[in-house]
């Protein structure tokens, strides 16, 4: 069965950090670009970050660079997002997706169903 499994969200205040995982399986994971998307009430669907598996290279929104890192542990089959300096309007459901051919996110492949991140001022 494919599947992406996200875990790590939940309630923070602002300035603290979060980890959000991607687990992965039921497919060639490291043929795929991993990417995370969130969506706060309200608002339409932003994409937050990917990473490449043709060639590592990463994206990052302009309202998370310098604060959000992603990386790839292939050996686990897990994306992860560290979240550092967290605001407010970073709350929102984080979904990780997985996408083919491996060179962006268009979040149009594979879907896991969201992990809740809220960030109290």
């Known amino acids: 069965e494919v599947q992406l499994v996200e875990s790590g969200g939940g309630l923070v205040q602002a300035g603290e950090s979060l980890r959000l995982s991607c687990a992965a399986s039921?497919?060639?994971?490291?043929?795929?670009?991993i990417g995370w998307f969130r969506q706060a009430p309200g608002k339409e669907r932003e994409e937050v970050s990917c990473?490449?598996?043709?060639?590592?290279?990463?994206y990052y929104s302009d309202s998370v660079k310098g604060r959000f890192t992603i990386s790839s542990d292939n050996a686990k089959n897990t994306v992860y997002l560290q979240m550092n300096s967290l605001k407010p309007e970073d709350t929102a459901i984080y979904y990780c997706t997985a996408d083919f051919p491996p060179y962006y996110c268009s979040g149009s492949n594979i879907w896991g169903q969201g992990t809740q991140v809220t960030v109290s001022s």
């Open positions: 039921g497919f060639t994971f490291d043929a795929y670009a």
């Open positions: 990473i490449s598996s043709s060639d590592g290279s990463t």
